[in-house]
């Protein structure tokens, strides 16, 4: 079970590491930039702070004042705040990359007032929880002084903040169940409506179980903003830990809209990746992934979700550990997985400040899609996870050419049908957004952040149709001993499901069609198709039939009847037949309509010296010889036809065959 074939997640290859956690070394972690602060001392003997990249990464030393309880950079990285008491925060400025010793605070309202956490909201702009509420400051750098914007008065027990959001969620109340969240926004802060988590005990209406800081989470879930919150079985019940998602609005109190069906109990911990919801488990030391897109059982307005596929553990992983002395070698460590040292926070990283360690959390797609029992699911799974393409037409490319139950002709269907909704939207989206694109830019209102911004349709997985042509279908088509029968009837399909969403059908998967009934000698079920148009008559069409001539000589017919029906002048199927250096057709055709008399004998030969074929030169020319015998009574060409230098090659080419002739 714990072999990595085994596993639908994985700690990054590249973890952020530090220096562990000892007598003399403290470990903070800044939530809003990513960021480890490893100090040692107090500082004085110095800082490292390690990032997700080297940009973040620098060192300083600080003047020991004390021990820290909290140390964050402003999101410009030019403002350090540190907490040393739990009544004040003091600030240093930095210079060349280290903070100026001379530092300033700003200590929390009200006498004894206990701050129980900080966190930056913008470049110049901090908010100070306390027992007592919330204080909201705007740091002013050069002034070296802090001025209160807002604050509330109220009971706090505990806090958390996603930065991500600029979401604070306060837990007020004896009980805690309570909470209440506020929004940050342009030097401003907006109180939402509070709201109750319920905690009662199912077998006493009045008894009510305290909410623990540990057991609620916030989570970005498809642009939406949930609290997710960890609803433990009583002593007495025999039911696991439901994760409890109460949707986060400016208008109405969080209302609960999901429920998460761990079927477990224990510790547990939270992660995001990609929308996806991961529960980790510690006593199982394993993990489970929910998606609330995916269906589930609706009650009461409640959507009750089970995990998307069976709970696994995350990936062995190994760290690469140097050995003593200057030329030891370096070997790797097994970690341990859902080590009690662990530490999640959002969205998706994992400290071990015991082993040094911070990683980003990762699914596998590749692997998970080979544990999903329903095909149709998968697609529906995979179509919202983001760089999911090369999954999907792998497992698209395996399922069409299995014999197992999951490629039943009703399962290609519906899989093409899901595929090609999510084509149509995103198509009519990028036509909408190119129009408004063109009127920006005709009206001269075009601003820098509507260019540098990505739409979002543009962030959803698409397969189009070549991406199916080149990956898939054709594949299919390659295949040695495919019935080419299967691959038509496949091909259809995947017309008929364009065709339903109103897809213009590109020329190629007719192709596909015509070569798979010739390959297998369906001709009359060829002619059928063209006939009723469920091979749609196209110049490209008709210009592919007529490359299958030597394959199937009637199909002639069939390309000039199809470049009739398009309208196609009986010059514009000359040139195409001279554009494919198909003189001898072109002859043949000029002379089924007609028109070998008047057609320009320049135009045919300059195509037959084009096509570097001696003998297809040689019966070009020998065609107009005698059409000019016919017609004057003399092979001469008129001055007035331009034709010498044809004259003068064809002289060089075969004078000595000439010769002979005679």
């Not at 209440?180 to 077998?203: A, E, G, H, T």
């Not at 991961?278 to 995990?307: C, E, R, W």
């Not at 000019?628 to 064809?650: A, I, M, W």
Request: hydrophobic share 40%; glycine share 4%; net charge neutral.
């Amino acid at each position: 079970m714990s072999s990595n074939a085994n596993s639908y997640l994985a700690l990054c290859k590249n973890s952020v590491r530090f220096d562990a956690v000892t007598a003399v070394n403290n470990v903070f972690f800044d939530e809003a930039n990513k960021q480890i602060f490893a100090v040692r001392s107090g500082g004085a003997t110095g800082v490292i702070v390690r990032g997700p990249d080297d940009r973040t990464s620098h060192s300083f030393r600080l003047n020991d004042k004390g021990s820290l309880i909290s140390i964050k950079f402003s999101y410009h990285h030019k403002i350090l705040a540190l907490q040393r008491s739990e009544t004040s925060i003091e600030f240093a400025n930095i210079e060349d990359g280290s903070p100026d010793p001379s530092e300033y605070s700003q200590s929390s309202k009200g006498k004894n007032n206990k701050i129980l956490t900080f966190h930056w909201i913008s470049t110049h702009e901090i908010v100070m929880v306390t027992q007592s509420g919330i204080e909201f400051y705007q740091i002013n750098q050069d002034k070296r002084q802090a001025k209160l914007l807002k604050n509330y008065n109220f009971p706090v027990n505990w806090s958390i903040f996603l930065p991500e959001s600029a979401v604070l969620l306060c837990s007020t109340s004896p009980k805690g169940t309570v909470i209440c969240p506020f929004y940050f926004k342009n030097s401003q802060i907006l109180k939402l409506s509070k709201f109750d988590v319920d905690r009662s005990i199912p077998s006493s209406s009045e008894a009510r179980i305290e909410l623990f800081e540990r057991d609620v989470t916030m989570v970005n879930l498809y642009s939406s903003l949930y609290i997710a919150v960890l609803k433990h079985p009583s002593s007495q019940s025999v039911s696991g830990t439901e994760v409890n998602l109460f949707l986060l609005s400016r208008e109405a109190p969080a209302k609960k809209v999901y429920s998460l069906i761990t079927g477990m109990s224990g510790r547990f911990a939270i992660s995001v990746v990609d929308s996806l919801v991961i529960v980790h488990h510690q006593a199982s030391k394993t993990s489970m992934i929910f998606d609330i897109k995916l269906p589930g059982n609706t009650s009461n307005s409640v959507t009750y979700l089970k995990p998307v596929i069976a709970p696994l553990p995350i990936a062995s992983h190994k760290l690469s550990v140097a050995g003593f002395g200057l030329n030891a070698p370096t070997s790797e460590v097994e970690c341990q997985l859902y080590a009690p040292t662990w530490i999640v926070f959002q969205p998706n990283i994992i400290i071990d400040a015991a082993l040094g360690c911070m990683w980003f959390l990762q699914i596998k797609l590749d692997a998970i899609s080979t544990l999903f029992q329903n095909v149709v699911q998968l697609f529906d799974f995979l179509l919202l996870r983001r760089g999911s393409k090369a999954v999907m037409l792998k497992v698209l490319k395996k399922m069409l050419l299995s014999d197992n139950e999951g490629s039943s002709y009703k399962n290609i269907a519906a899989v093409f049908d899901k595929l090609n909704t999510v084509y149509k939207t995103y198509t009519e989206a990028e036509q909408a957004y190119l129009q408004m694109r063109r009127q920006e830019a005709a009206s001269g209102s075009v601003s820098t952040s509507n260019i540098n911004n990505v739409p979002p349709h543009r962030m959803q997985v698409v397969v189009d149709q070549s991406d199916m042509y080149t990956h898939v279908l054709s594949v299919l088509a390659r295949q040695n001993g495919i019935d080419q029968i299967y691959v038509c009837q496949v091909v259809v399909e995947y017309i008929r499901s364009l065709d339903q969403n109103k897809l213009t059908i590109q020329h190629y998967l007719y192709e596909l069609i015509i070569h798979a009934l010739i390959t297998s000698k369906n001709y009359h079920q060829l002619q059928q198709y063209i006939h009723y148009n469920l091979i749609a008559d196209s110049r490209m069409i008709a210009g592919y039939l007529l490359s299958l001539e030597s394959s199937y000589p009637p199909v002639y017919q069939i390309a000039l009847d199809m470049y009739k029906r398009i309208s196609t002048t009986n010059d514009e199927i000359v040139d195409i037949f001279l554009a494919k250096h198909k003189i001898l057709e072109a002859i043949r055709f000029v002379k089924s309509v007609s028109m070998h008399d008047s057609v320009s004998a320049r135009k045919f030969l300059e195509a037959a010296l084009e096509a570097d074929d001696d003998l297809l030169f040689y019966e070009t020319f020998k065609f107009f010889e005698q059409r000019n015998h016919r017609l004057r009574g003399k092979k001469d060409f008129s001055p007035g036809e331009q034709c010498e230098k044809f004259v003068t090659h064809y002289e060089e080419l075969f004078e000595d065959f000439e010769i002979i002739a005679k």
